[in-house]
Nanobody
């Protein structure tokens, strides 16, 4: 069974940066498409970024494009989310998610079988 463990969340001022990490275990990481989602209080879980298993594609939601960067290190079974120029509207619980193989179109939460426990990101104004 694949397990995902996020870390790196915290409290930061607007304009600041954070880097989230998600370590995977129990599967062949190189065959998993990995994604980051977030959920703010009272809102639905939304797609943030995706890194395909084949490492040829990364994608972002419009709200984070140009500010966030997703990357993966298959040797460390880890996916990262570098978040720059954070804004109060980025405040949410951030989750990493994984699925076998997949495609760039897999941006819906229901398309992922494996989830981490989430890490809180709070951006103060």
């Amino acid at each position: 069974q694949v397990q995902l463990v996020e870390s790196g969340g915290g409290l930061v001022q607007a304009g600041g940066s954070l880097r989230l990490s998600c370590v995977a275990s129990g599967g062949t990481f190189s065959t998993y498409t990995m994604a980051w989602f977030r959920q703010a209080p009272g809102k639905e879980r939304e797609f943030v970024a995706i890194a395909l298993w084949s490492q040829v594609y990364t994608g972002y939601s419009e709200s984070v494009k140009g500010r966030f960067t997703i990357s993966r290190d298959n040797g460390k079974n880890t996916v990262y989310l570098q978040m720059n120029t954070l804004q109060p509207e980025d405040t949410a619980v951030y989750y990493c998610a994984g699925r076998r193989y997949g495609a760039w179109t897999n941006i819906g939460p229901n398309e992922y079988a494996h989830w981490g426990q989430g890490t809180q990101v709070t951006v103060s104004s």
